[in-house]
């Protein structure tokens, strides 16, 4: 089996999480983590599992309560546990300060690229500073699993989309020993409230219109309809794929590359 492994320009990346809802699902595959390593940190200080009868047990559990955390992705609230005794006390907070960028981009590969078990047992040993065990990183990863599935195929009928922007970034692959270049194609839509948010990002070898019309009909496939206008490069191959995927719809030259094309002639 062919085994890939991708490198993100996440810097680049960041910037539109930062502007769109991909930070729905990072915030919260990163709050049920967090919240995982304070359940597990509870179970060791009281030396036994959830309703687990040993005679090895130091304490017992008292619930919850409820806690902000502001991250590179807005507020979160965590539910952190409390002990009988009230001794207990989290020490992911402050092991979250040391590695809060490196986290938070690490949730965006997650999200792009899917979840792994390399990438979580990653997380979850920079958070705990040790080696985890492998039942804790599996249960994690059929928890975050739904999140973002849930996410990259929800419905998009839901808003009317008159507004959408397209690009391609390309990262790194380490794809048969080799590092290629593969295109991550991405898709912000701008619905009538005039909210922005990113609707679909898909991986492909390489941009053309036969990869655009794909990217296309996978977003349609999800409710999509034809928007007034799209806004993209001017790539050949896209051009020609927004044309006929959005029979009607009027295509608009992103000033952003323009300019940074003939840079050289405003300056």
Not at 140 to 160: A, E, F
């Amino acid at each position: 089996m062919t085994q890939i492994n991708i490198t993100i320009n996440l810097e680049d990346l960041k910037d539109k999480v930062e502007k769109s809802s991909l930070e729905s699902p990072v915030k919260a595959s990163l709050a049920l983590i967090l919240n995982s390593l304070m359940e597990k940190e509870r179970d060791e200080y009281i030396n036994a599992l959830s309703h687990e009868r040993t005679d090895e047990r130091k304490g017992y559990r008292n619930g919850y309560y409820e806690r902000e955390l502001i991250t590179g992705v807005g507020s979160l609230k965590l539910k952190v546990p409390r002990s009988r005794d009230g001794e207990f006390s989290t020490t992911i907070f402050e092991k979250y300060k040391r590695c809060d960028q490196a986290l938070i981009l690490s949730m965006v590969e997650m999200v792009v690229n899917g979840v792994s078990t390399r990438k979580v047992t990653k997380i979850v040993e920079e958070l705990c500073g040790t080696s985890v065990s492998k039942s804790l990183v599996s249960n994690l990863i059929k928890s975050l699993d739904p999140i973002i599935n849930d996410w990259k195929n929800r419905p998009l009928n839901t808003y009317y989309y008159p507004y959408i922007y397209v690009d391609a970034m390309y990262i790194k692959v380490r794809e048969n020993r080799k590092v290629v270049s593969k295109s991550v194609h991405i898709a912000v839509g701008v619905n009538e409230t005039g909210h922005r948010e990113i609707i679909g990002l898909k991986i492909n070898h390489t941009e053309s219109t036969e990869s655009w019309t794909s990217f296309f009909d996978y977003l349609k496939s999800r409710g999509l309809q034809s928007p007034k206008m799209v806004i993209s490069d001017a790539h050949g191959g896209l051009v020609t794929s927004i044309k006929e995927s959005f029979l009607g719809t009027a295509w608009q030259r992103c000033c952003v590359h323009f300019l940074k094309k003939h840079r050289g002639y405003f300056t």
